[in-house]
């Protein structure tokens, strides 16, 4: 697959380019309607209007229940515990909202530290120390000499066909 922003060859599907951090999307995969976007960043951005979306809506509830009842002689008991209910609600969206928002700068954050200038070269790797194998015991190994040994044996034979 290759990346549609830069060009880069070799990627995968559902992942971000190697080159320039660019969400590579599930080309195949493309005939399913996914609520909220096809990227990372895309869901991140709906949650955060969804989220914001409750909480002015579970507020607006809330003061609008108080408002209307607060005070009036025949408001139940049921109308004020929605209205708290509806506080409930707002508090926890807009904590929601919140933390999502936070979620959306690390992701930028992060995306902006580790997107590599160019493609990343494997080559550079620093290469590990050459083991100390001197606290082994040196044993022989299995198929030292068989070549002199087959060999001996070749010349016997054909000392003895002759």
């Known amino acids: 697959m290759y990346c549609s922003t830069c060009g880069a060859a070799n990627q995968s599907e559902n992942s971000y380019c190697k080159r320039c951090g660019q969400w590579l999307p599930d080309i195949r995969g493309r005939s399913r309607v996914a609520f909220g976007g096809e ?4 869901n991140v951005f709906t949650s955060l209007f969804m ?3 409750s909480t002015l809506a579970a507020l607006f509830s809330a003061i609008a229940l108080y408002a209307t009842y607060l005070g009036a002689g025949d408001a139940k008991w049921s109308v004020y ?3 708290a209910f509806c506080l409930c609600i707002a508090g926890w969206q807009a904590s929601s909202f919140f ?4 979620l959306r700068r690390r992701m930028a954050n992060a995306r902006n530290q580790s997107a590599p200038t160019g493609e990343l ?3 550079q790797t620093p290469a590990l120390n050459p083991a100390d ?3 082994f015991v040196a044993t022989p190994s299995v ?4 070549t002199q040994i087959l060999g001996a044996r070749r010349t016997e034979s054909d000392s003895a066909g002759s």
């Open 121 to 123: 070269d494997y080559r």
């Open 39 to 42: 990227t990372p960043q895309q």
């Open 133 to 135: 194998v001197s606290a």
């Open 51 to 53: 989220s914001a979306l």
């Open 143 to 146: 198929t030292e000499n068989t």
């Open 81 to 83: 515990f929605a209205a």
């Open 99 to 102: 933390i999502t928002l936070k």
